[in-house]
T-cell receptor, first 112, second 117 residues
Framework: QKEVEQNSGPLSVPEGAIASLNCTYS??????FFWYRQYSGKSPELIMS????GDKEDGRFTAQLNKASQYVSLLIRDSQPSDSATYLC????????????FGAGTRLFVKA | DTGVSQDPRHKITKRGQNVTFRCDPI?????LYWYRQTLGQGPEFLTY????????KSRLLSDRFSAERPKGSFSTLEIQRTEQGDSAMYLC???????????????FGSGTRLTVV
């Protein structure tokens, strides 16, 4: 079992729709969770972090965490073509919590 | 502060040669990380430093890889006797040492793309 699993996609949504990206992780002791966006040929950039169960909203982005189910998701509302990228789910591994393990990423295409 | 800087941006080398990459983190960040990324995969953890101390190194890393962070500032990653399988993007990232600092995520550099021919 991989430590962080994501559907590779591609996920295709029309402009203005909600894109839903999902991630599961194996380390039940993990405390911090992140979503990074990576455009083709570029390095990852942090867009959201979450560490408490429930939802965390930042603009058009909402991260959701369910530690009991070991599940993290990212919702992108009013998707724009500029949101087309690979979205990486990342989890800080216990103990210590300073090493981040990344999933393979989900490719998102937003069609104009 | 211009963020995390990596040098060079691209490196083409012949199999068997040694290569060295440099990373300059954000100045107030005392944690520095090296990752490797191949096409279609997420970044793979290699090693990390807190100040000048190398606290963890991936079991996947062979003895041909070594990293240093003298004086807790910039870091270098050296690959000896390169192999074609070493071709990848090598990413450096840094983060702050805050209380609960593991919650703040990383700032990545632009990466060094290595091609071994």
């Amino acid at each position: 079992q991989k430590e962080v699993e994501q559907n590779s996609g591609p996920l295709s949504v029309p402009e203005g729709a909600i894109a839903s990206l999902n991630c599961t992780y194996s380390d039940r002791g993990s405390q911090s969770f992140f979503w990074y966006r990576q455009y083709s040929g570029k390095s990852p950039e942090l867009i959201m972090s979450i560490y408490s169960n429930g939802d965390k909203e930042d603009g058009r982005f909402t991260a959701q965490l369910n530690k009991a189910s070991q599940y993290v998701s990212l919702l992108i509302r009013d998707s724009q073509p500029s949101d087309s990228a690979t979205y990486l789910c990342a989890v800080n591994m216990s103990p210590g919590g300073f090493k981040t393990i990344f999933g393979a990423g989900t490719r998102l295409f937003v069609k104009a | 502060d211009t963020g995390v800087s990596q040098d060079p941006r691209h490196k083409i080398t012949k199999r068997g040669q040694n290569v060295t990459f440099r990373c300059d983190p954000i100045s107030e960040h005392n944690r520095l990380y090296w990752y490797r990324q191949t096409l279609g995969q997420g970044p793979e953890f290699l090693t990390y430093f807190q100040n000048e101390a190398q606290l963890e190194k991936s079991r996947l890393l062979s003895d041909r890889f070594s990293a240093e962070r003298p004086k807790g500032s910039f870091s270098t990653l050296e690959i000896q006797r390169t192999e074609q399988g070493d071709s990848a993007m090598y990413l450096c990232a840094s983060s702050e040492n805050l209380r609960g600092g593991d919650r703040y995520g990383y700032t990545f550099g632009s990466g060094t793309r290595l091609t071994v021919v």
